[in-house]
């Protein structure tokens, strides 16, 4: 495996990818797990690259005021 691009990746090798990044996922958890599971299910499927997945996730983390689009909660 050359990488973790997209086009540098199968399909196989992407799921193994977040496989062995996440852990083993298993029902017998609370559940947790899973949810952070799916997050990457574009990036298996070949439509989004890791980078803008986490970029994604992390920038619910943004104040309002430090992203452009994104409205300050009224208080």
Do not use: H, W
């Amino acid at each position: 495996m050359a990488g973790y691009l997209i086009s540098e990746t199968t399909r196989e090798e992407r799921e193994k990818i977040v496989a062995e990044s996440l852990g083993y996922i298993e029902a017998t958890c609370d559940g947790c797990m899973v949810g952070l599971a799916e997050i990457y299910q574009d990036y298996i499927d070949g439509k989004k690259e890791l980078r803008q997945i986490n970029m994604e996730f992390n920038a619910r983390y943004v104040k309002g005021e430090d992203m452009p689009g994104r409205n300050r909660c009224p208080m």
